[in-house]
């Protein structure tokens, strides 16, 4: 299983950015999907997850701000990010859990949000 990223950038704080992850190869048994994130000097957390029929789980900490969606047709998983702060700065990862509980991992897009 490949898991691209896309979608980061600097945005200033208060504002939107959508990330979006592409994944591919044998993906029959994927049923979690998530986002994570990691700070400089930070542990990686988790920030959504989305299951294959569509259930979500969100850290509390972005809930009623960041909604993650996918779309199992176009092999894809979205992250959009509303009012975002400064403590939203990180690395953001996609990763996929299988069947087995292994995960892949995608090489992560930059998230910068600006005062």
């Known amino acids: 299983v490949q898991l691209v990223e896309s979608g980061g950038g600097l945005v200033q704080a208060g504002g939107s950015l959508k990330v979006a992850c592409s994944y591919s190869g044998v993906t029959a048994s994927i049923n979690v999907i998530g986002w994570y994130r990691q700070a400089p000097g930070k542990q990686r957390l988790v920030v959504a997850q989305?299951?294959?029929?569509?259930?979500?789980v969100y850290a509390y900490s972005v809930k009623r701000r960041f909604t993650i969606s996918r779309d199992e047709d176009k092999k894809m998983v979205y992250l959009q990010m509303n009012n975002l702060q400064p403590e939203d700065t990180a690395v953001y990862y996609c990763?996929?859990?299988?069947?087995?509980?292994?995960?892949?991992w995608g090489q992560g897009t930059q998230v910068t949000v600006s005062f």
């Open positions: 990763a996929a859990h299988d069947a087995t509980d292994y995960t892949y």
């Open positions: 989305i299951t294959r029929g569509g259930s979500t």
